[in-house]
DNA sequence: TTGTACGCGTTATCAT
DNA sequence: ATGATAACGCGTACAA
C-alpha cells in the first residue's frame, strides 16, 4: 500500500472541458482554442488553461471528437494470426508508415474464420475506422466479400486477390516457385514434391502455376500425388514428408512453401535419417534464422514481409488522402528473390 | 472498371438512425429499441426496421455510443516490437482471453521509444480504452509511469515491475536461469558467460540474480567480463560471441537470453570453427524452431509467452469487472521449463 | 480576444 | 407500443 497521488482509486470521474475551464475561470470555448493551435490566446490566459487541464489530467475524449466530425485516423489490419511472423512483420512495416503518417493501426486476429472476419469488419465499420488492410483466409468467401464492398472504408488486400475494385499487394510468388522449380530441374529432378497451403488463395494459385509451369516447360509430367497443398502448419509439413517417403516411388526433393513448414518437413527427414541433400534436396520459403543456420543451410525463396506492409500502407495512404479514387484497382508487386544455399543437389543415381 | 453495385464510389454518405427511421417510417427511438434487444417492438415494426437497416447499411456510431456512455470494450497492448514473437505470442494469447469476453485488443508498438510510449498512453486515453498491457522499455521512465499513474484505466505489466500499484504477470526467469547455470556448473564449467539485454527491467534483473546466486552458492567466482548485457538483437550476440572468443581466457560455455540472440550467436561460433557442445556449451532462450532444430539441438530455457498473455488478459479482465481493486497489486508468474538438449557438455580438458 | 449556443448520433426518459 | 426530446463532450460560428 503505497501513498500514492490523488489518483481515484476505484471510478475515476468523467472530467471535461467544462471542468478544465471552471478550474482555469474561463469559457469552455477557450479551452478548446488552447489545445486546437489557437490562433488567438492570451499568454496568460493559454497558461492557466494549460495548467488547469494538468492539474486535473483532462484529455479530450475521442469519442466526442469524432462525432463533431474530426477523423479517427484509424486503421485496420486483419488476418488469421499474429503469430505467424509473415504477419507480424507486415503489420510492423505497416504500422511504421502509418504511424509516420499519423494513423493507429489496429491489428486484429480472424483465426481464419469467416465468421470473425465479418464481425470484425462490422466491428471497424462502427468504430469508423478510415482503411483496413485485410488478407483474407477464403477468396470465395461471399459473405465478407459483401462486407467489404459495402463498407464506408477503402480496403487493401494483402497477399490476396478479390474481384471487387480494392488495391492489393503481393509477393511475386509465381516467380519465385517457378525459378525454384527450374533449378532442381536443372540438376537433374524429376520427381519434385511442393508442399504448401492456400488452396483457395492468389498465393497458392501463383505458387502451383509456377511450380506447373517450370515442369511443363521442361516437358516433365507433373504427378498430382507429389502435390499436397491443404495446409502451412507445420505438423502438415511432417505429416505430408512422412507420407511422401513412403510412397512406392517418392520424391528426390522437396519445396516446402510456408514460414512452419520447413521445421516439419526437416523434422521428418531426420526422423527417417534421410541426408540432406544427398538423398533429398530441399527449398523453403520465406527465410527465416532456422533456414540460415540449419545444417545444411536451407536454399529459399525469399520475400520482404515488412516491406510488403509498408507498400500495404503506402496504397492505403493513397486513397485516404484522396490521391486515387476510393476504390481504385492496383496491385502492387514484391519480388521474390531465390538465395541458393546448400540444401540441394543432384538427385541419388 | 467493372460494373460495380451501387456503393458510393469516392465519400460514403454517413447515415444515422434517423435515415433509417426516415426509411422504415417510425421515429428514431424505436430504431434504437429494435437494435438493443428491444422488450416491446410490434413484429411488423420490427421487420420493417431491420428491412430499412439492411437496405441504408447502416451500422451505430461507435463514437455515438462511447458518449452515451456505452463502454468501448476496447483494450491497449503496447510493446516495443511486434515482430519479437515473444510479443506476438502474448498478444495472441491476450487477445483470445479478451475477444473471448468481448473484448477488443488494439495492438501498438512503441519502438522502445519513451517518447512513443507516453504518446500511446495519451492514444488510449483519448480513446477512452478500459484497459492496458503495457511492456514497459525502462522501468525507470518517470514520465511514462507518471501517465500510468494517471491514466483512466487500470494497467497490467508484462515482464515489468513498477514502483505503481498496477498487476503484473512475467516468467520466472530467476528460477530459469539459477537452473541452468547450475547445470553447466555441475558439468564442470567455471567460466560461464551470459549474453542477454534488459540490463535495467525485471527479466533482466531476475536472469543476472539467477546467474549470479547459482555461482555464489557453488563457491565460484563471478567475472564481470562474462556477462555482456546490453541487447537482444542478433548482431549483439554475434560480436559478443565473437568478442569473448577473443579474450585471453574464454568462457566454456555461453548462455543466451533472448529470442534473437541464439541465431547470432551461432553463427559467430561457426565463423570461428568452434564446435557445440566440444568446444563450447550453449544454453539460449527461448525455445525456437531454430533451437529445436539446430545441429545440435540447443538446450534452452523454455517459457509459454503465449500462456503469459492469458494470464496478463486475465488479470486484467478481473479488475474490468470490478472483482478486483482498480490498483489492486498481483503477481501471476509462469513456470520456466529447463529443457535438455545436445548443446551442452563438460569443458574441454 | 473571449463567451455563448448549436449540432454531431446515440440512448434513455418522458409523454402519448 | 411508439414518438418526441434531453443529454453525453466537443468544436466552432457568431455575438459581445
Redesign the interface.
Known amino acids: 500500500?503505497?501513498a500514492?497521488?490523488t489518483?481515484?482509486?476505484?471510478?475515476?470521474a468523467r472530467i471535461t472541458v467544462h471542468d478544465v475551464a471552471r478550474v482555469a475561470g474561463v469559457a469552455i470555448g477557450t479551452v478548446s482554442r488552447v489545445v486546437n493551435q489557437a490562433p488567438s490566446v492570451t499568454d496568460e490566459i493559454r497558461v492557466r488553461v494549460l495548467a488547469a487541464i494538468d492539474e486535473l489530467?483532462w484529455?479530450?475524449?475521442?469519442?466526442?471528437?469524432?462525432?463533431r466530425g474530426v477523423a479517427?485516423r484509424m486503421v485496420g489490419f486483419v488476418f488469421s494470426?499474429?503469430?505467424n511472423?509473415l504477419y507480424?512483420?507486415m503489420?510492423?512495416g505497416a504500422?511504421d508508415v502509418l504511424a509516420n503518417a499519423g494513423y493507429?493501426?489496429?491489428?486484429?486476429?480472424s483465426d481464419g474464420l469467416e465468421s470473425r472476419e465479418t464481425q470484425l469488419l462490422?466491428?471497424f465499420?462502427?468504430?469508423?475506422a478510415e482503411g483496413l488492410l485485410f488478407s483474407i483466409e477464403e477468396e470465395s468467401s461471399r459473405d465478407v466479400a459483401a462486407a467489404i464492398?459495402?463498407a464506408?472504408?477503402p480496403t487493401v488486400m494483402i497477399e490476396r486477390e478479390l474481384?471487387?475494385?480494392v488495391g492489393a499487394v503481393g509477393a511475386d510468388h509465381y516467380t519465385g516457385t517457378r525459378r525454384a522449380v527450374e533449378y532442381l530441374l536443372g540438376l537433374g529432378h524429376r520427381r519434385i514434391a511442393m508442399i504448401s497451403g492456400g488452396r483457395r488463395n492468389r498465393v497458392g494459385r501463383d505458387r502451383s502455376g509456377g511450380y506447373l509451369d517450370a515442369l511443363a516447360h521442361a516437358g516433365v509430367e507433373s504427378d498430382p500425388a507429389l502435390l499436397r497443398l491443404d495446409s502451412f502448419e507445420?505438423d502438415y509439413g511432417y505429416r505430408e514428408t512422412q507420407w511422401l517417403l513412403a510412397q512406392a516411388s517418392p520424391p528426390t526433393a522437396i519445396v516446402a512453401l510456408g514460414s512452419?513448414l520447413?521445421?516439419g518437413v526437416?523434422?521428418a527427414l531426420?526422423m527417417k535419417g534421410i541426408e540432406v541433400p544427398g538423398q533429398m534436396s530441399l527449398i523453403a520459403s520465406n527465410d527465416?534464422?532456422?533456414a540460415?543456420?540449419?545444417?545444411p543451410a536451407i536454399t529459399v525463396i525469399r520475400y520482404d514481409s515488412?516491406q510488403l506492409g509498408r507498400e500495404a500502407a503506402l496504397l492505403l495512404l493513397r486513397r485516404l488522402e484522396g490521391k486515387v479514387?476510393?476504390?481504385a484497382e492496383a496491385r502492387v508487386e514484391i519480388p521474390t528473390e531465390f538465395v541458393l544455399r546448400e540444401s540441394c543437389a543432384a538427385p541419388p543415381a
Open positions: 500500500m503505497s500514492a497521488k489518483t481515484p482509486a476505484s471510478r475515476p489530467g484529455t479530450p475524449s475521442a469519442a466526442a471528437q469524432n462525432m479517427t494470426d499474429m503469430r511472423p507480424s512483420a503489420a510492423k504500422e493507429m493501426l489496429v491489428v486484429a486476429s462490422d466491428l465499420s462502427r468504430r469508423r464492398s459495402s464506408p472504408f474481384a471487387l475494385p507445420a512452419h520447413l521445421s526437416l523434422s531426420r527465416s534464422e532456422l540460415q543456420l540449419a545444417t515488412y479514387a476510393f476504390g
